[in-house]
T-cell receptor, first 110, second 112 residues
Framework: EAQVTQNPRYLITVTGKKLTVTCSQN?????MSWYRQDPGLGLRQIYY???????DKGDVPEGYKVSRKEKRNFPLILESPSPNQTSLYFC?????????FGQGTRLTVV | DAKTTQPTSMDCAEGRAANLPCNHS???????VYWYRQIHSQGPQYIIH???NNETNEMASLIITEDRKSSTLILPHATLRDTAVYYC?????????????FGQGTTLQVKP
């Protein structure tokens, strides 16, 4: 079954404690991306990757890092989380305009 | 990418057709219309896309006007599980893999 898997689904952490949200896809897609969703602001792209070792900033990249060492994985890294990064995060992989999204990670930074 | 305009919310009776409109008057010649939906904080789900011809799949039908300035997503027999936020997105051709720009969408409430 084609899927995008994110982990963890829920996470509560404290300000400044580094964390990583993992994302894995099994469709051999080249394009992967991260979005965050906030009330009233909708879904906004954080980072994207066109292929292995090729990443670029989206619309709201501040405070985030990503890596793409292998095609299937695209982790999102928060080196020093802050409360304004409390949000619902989605990973997606895409082929020819059709995007497949993970189930989301609800992150709370206190 | 062209901007889209959708009604904020709509209701539909269970079993009836749900017709969700979208205006995209500034769409350019090579841009496609995509529809996604998001069921209560789950990841968005692709529904359908089209360029200028009407399209149908197992989930829905997409009707695009001849001038391509608007479109309608049709769920032929809405069920309670179709309650979701529906997003109309205009973007470059499928061969161009890029970001999706989500607006506020239409909240569809299917009622028993």
């Amino acid at each position: 079954e084609a899927q995008v898997t994110q982990n963890p689904r829920y996470l509560i952490t404290v300000t400044g404690k580094k964390l990583t949200v993992t994302c894995s896809q099994n469709m051999n897609h080249e394009y992967m991306s991260w979005y965050r969703q906030d009330p009233g602001l909708g879904l906004r792209q954080i980072y994207y990757s066109m292929n292995v070792e090729v990443t670029d900033k989206g619309d709201v990249p501040e405070g985030y890092k990503v890596s793409r060492k292998e095609k299937r994985n695209f982790p999102l890294i928060l080196e020093s989380p802050s409360p304004n990064q409390t949000s619902l995060y989605f990973c997606a992989s895409s082929l020819r305009g059709e995007a497949f999204f993970g189930q989301g990670t609800r992150l709370t930074v206190v | 990418d062209a901007k889209t305009t959708q009604p904020t919310s709509m209701d539909c009776a269970e079993g009836r057709a749900a017709n969700l409109p979208c205006n995209h008057s500034t769409i350019s010649g090579n841009e496609y219309v995509y529809w996604y939906r998001q069921i209560h904080s789950q990841g968005p789900q692709y529904i359908i896309h089209g360029l200028k011809n009407n399209e149908t799949n197992e989930m829905a039908s997409l009707i695009i006007t001849e001038d391509r300035k608007s479109s309608t997503l049709i769920l032929p027999h809405a069920t309670l599980r179709d309650t979701a936020v529906y997003y109309c997105i205009v973007r470059p051709p499928p061969s161009n893999t890029g970001k999706l720009i989500f607006g506020q969408g239409t909240t569809l409430q299917v009622k028993p």
